[in-house]
C-alpha cells in the first residue's frame, strides 16, 4: 500500500469530546437559603428538572424552547448583574473559566443548583476536581430524589442541601419519594469524604400532616442529629399565599416532636433583593 492509500485510508485516531452541559447562569451572590445562609457563593445553576413544583422560582430551568439552544449568562463582574452570554452547551473549559473568573474576589464556594444539578452528574464529575484544585469546594442544592446520580460526586461534594419533597407541597405526586430520599440520605451517609447534609422543606398553604410527618420521621431515623430548615413557600406563578407565621410555628412544633435542630427561614436572598 502506498503512502497515499495508506493516509486516506487509515482509521482516524479518536479524539475524545469535552463534556457539555446546558448552563442558565453563572454570578456571584449570597446564599439565602437553610444553613449556610449569609455565605458569599458562585452559583452556577443548570439547565433541567425532574419535578416540576408548582411554587418553582426558577421557570427558566424546566421547559427547552423550541429551535436552537437559547445561551446562558455570565456575570462579568462579581455581584454587578453585568451579563455576557455563554453559547449552549457549554464546554466544561468555558464553564471552568465562568466559574473561576468570578472566583476571583473571596467566596465561601460554588453552589451546584438549577433545575436539578444532578441531572448533569457526568458532567460534574469532571466538573468538580476542576474547582477543587482552584480551591473552590462544592455545595450540592438537591431534591434528594436522585440517588444514584449522587453516587457519582458525592466524593466530590462538602456540603450538601437536600430538600423534602412532599407531594402536598410540591403539586408533584412522585409516589416513591421517601424511599428515594432514604437511598440518597443514605449514599451521602456511606461516602468516604463524609460531606455536611442538611434539610429543607418548602412549606405550602397544602401541606399535608400526614405527609410531613412522613419526611420528618425519615429525615430522624436516617440522620438523628438532622438539621431541618421549614422555608414558607415564596408566592410565585399559580401559588398566591404563603403559610401564616402561626402556620409555621405549628409545623415547627410538629418537626420539633422528631427533630431538635429545626429552624424557619424564608428566602433571605429575595428580602435581599439579590439574585
Not at 437511598?183 to 455536611?196: C, G, K, L, N, Y
Request: charged share 20%.
Amino acid at each position: 500500500m502506498d503512502v497515499l492509500t495508506h493516509l486516506t485510508t487509515a482509521p482516524k485516531p479518536l479524539v475524545a469530546r469535552q463534556p457539555t452541559a446546558r448552563v442558565v447562569e453563572v454570578f456571584s451572590s449570597i446564599q439565602g437559603e437553610a444553613e449556610l445562609i449569609g455565605v458569599r457563593q458562585v452559583f452556577l445553576r443548570f439547565f433541567g428538572c425532574n419535578l416540576r413544583c408548582e411554587w418553582c422560582d426558577s421557570p427558566e430551568t424546566l421547559t427547552a424552547p423550541k429551535g436552537p439552544l437559547l445561551p446562558g449568562r455570565v456575570e462579568r463582574t462579581p455581584g454587578h448583574a453585568d451579563f455576557r452570554q455563554l453559547p449552549n452547551p457549554a464546554p466544561l473549559e468555558a464553564v471552568v473559566e465562568a466559574v473561576l473568573g468570578l472566583a476571583r474576589v473571596p467566596h465561601h464556594s460554588v453552589s451546584l443548583t438549577g433545575g436539578e444539578p444532578l441531572l448533569h452528574a457526568r458532567f460534574l464529575q469532571q466538573l468538580l476536581p476542576e474547582l477543587s484544585a482552584a480551591g473552590l469546594p462544592s455545595y450540592l442544592e438537591s431534591n434528594g430524589l436522585l440517588p444514584g446520580h449522587l453516587e457519582r460526586i458525592v466524593d466530590q461534594v462538602k456540603w450538601i442541601s437536600m430538600d423534602l419533597k412532599p407531594p402536598s407541597c410540591t403539586g408533584d405526586p412522585l409516589a416513591d419519594w421517601l424511599e428515594r430520599h432514604r437511598a440518597f440520605i443514605r449514599v451521602a451517609a456511606a461516602a468516604s469524604t463524609r460531606p455536611r447534609l442538611f434539610l429543607k422543606l418548602i412549606v405550602g398553604t397544602e401541606a399535608d400532616e400526614a405527609e410531613l410527618r412522613a419526611a420528618f420521621r425519615l429525615a430522624a431515623e436516617e440522620i438523628p442529629a438532622a438539621s431541618l430548615t421549614l422555608q414558607p413557600v415564596t408566592p410565585v406563578g399559580v401559588v398566591r399565599h404563603a403559610p401564616t407565621m402561626n402556620e409555621m410555628l405549628h409545623w415547627h412544633e410538629i418537626a420539633s416532636e422528631y427533630l431538635s435542630e429545626v429552624r424557619i427561614i424564608p428566602q433571605m436572598h429575595k428580602l435581599m433583593n439579590v439574585l
